[in-house]
């Protein structure tokens, strides 16, 4: 599977941005997906993540209520929505696939997009 992550810019605090993570292959829906934001220095975090069907989600609490997860797999792409974005949101995005219907920890991904960057200013 090949992961291909954008959406990414420089938006105000209180903005959006919709990510979107464009897979490769046809299995595609056989792999949970997570999102993951990484700064310099600093470990990559999981921020959201969805199952392969997309029924179930996970958020990471610093996001719950401002962003949300989705998938089309008919499209073979997964979605991040973020509504009202803080500084703190300020990092490079990840996209990653594992091959569980959902995963939480970043070393059950296998597959991974290269970054696209969020910068929020206030």
């Known amino acids: 599977v090949q992961l291909q992550a954008s959406g990414g810019g420089s938006v105000q605090a209180g903005d959006s941005l919709r990510l979107s993570c464009a897979a490769s292959?046809?299995?595609?829906?056989?792999?949970?997906v997570g999102w993951f934001r990484q700064a310099p220095g600093k470990e990559r975090d999981l921020v959201a993540a969805?199952?392969?069907?997309?029924?179930?989600?996970y958020y990471a609490d610093s996001v719950k209520g401002r962003f949300t997860i989705s998938r089309d797999n008919a499209k073979n792409t997964v979605y991040l929505q973020m509504n009202g974005l803080k500084p703190t949101d300020t990092d490079v995005y990840y996209c990653?696939?594992?091959?569980?219907?959902?995963?939480?920890?970043?070393?059950?991904?296998?597959?991974w997009g290269q970054g696209t960057l969020v910068t929020v200013s206030s």
């Open positions: 292959g046809r299995t595609f829906s056989s792999y949970g």
């Open positions: 969805i199952s392969r069907r997309g029924d179930t989600t």
């Open positions: 990653a696939a594992a091959p569980y219907s959902i995963a939480t920890m970043v070393r059950s991904y296998t597959y």
